[in-house]
């Protein structure tokens, strides 16, 4: 067995207050933390060795980008080993797609070969996924999404369906497909 997609939390928590979040805000439970560059290379050092001729290197949370520096350290040092190695590395990333800034946009466009953002529909569909302060996410979500296109960086949308939203879902799916 060859490790092909290794996921990487390097930010144990998150700024939305997700009414559904499975991870509890992030940190599953735990207290909400950002991963060390020592952990992130003594986690590479361990475990790109196991990987086949390709491995996807997936950055996860929590929200990821609220690690932004380790994020942009960790595809420098990653490439550098898989380079060592002769292993083909591609990155990938699972975003809500918040805080997504210019600096991002130009990593994410150089590197990122994955992009995932988070939206779960429409304002009404959306509605679970707030600010702590109860403030909706969905306009700002929409306007980061709308920079990624203006950027011509590919994406996917994730959605979460839950009993409360599956009313909405075929809406949903228009609105994602669209």
Same mark, same amino acid.
């Given at each position: 067995?060859?490790? #092909?997609?290794? #996921? ?30 020592? @952990? ?9 060795? *196991? ?46 797609? @918040? ?48 920079? *990624? ?7 996917? *949308?994730?959605? @979460? ?18």
């Amino acid at each position: 067995d060859m490790l #092909y997609n290794l #996921y990487l939390v390097i930010a144990q928590e998150c700024n939305l207050s997700c009414t559904y979040c499975y991870a509890a805000g992030g940190g599953f439970g735990q207290p909400e933390i950002h991963m060390s560059e020592a @952990t992130m290379r003594r986690g590479l050092e361990r475990l790109l060795p *196991l990987a086949g001729e390709r491995l996807t290197l997936s950055f996860f949370g929590g929200e990821p980008l609220l690690n932004f520096p380790l994020l942009r350290e960790t595809i420098g040092y990653a490439s550098r080993l898989a380079g060592e190695s002769g292993r083909e590395l591609s990155f990938a990333l699972t975003t809500n797609g @918040t805080l997504l800034d210019d600096e991002m946009l130009d990593v994410i466009k150089a590197h990122i070969a994955h992009l995932s953002v988070s939206l779960d529909g429409g304002p009404a569909a959306n509605a679970g996924r707030t600010f702590p302060d109860g403030t909706p996410a969905f306009g700002r979500i929409a306007e980061n999404i709308e920079r *990624l296109r203006q950027a011509q960086i590919p994406f996917g *949308l994730r959605a @979460t369906v839950t009993p409360g939203t599956v009313a909405h879902a075929l809406e949903t799916a228009e609105l994602l497909a669209g």
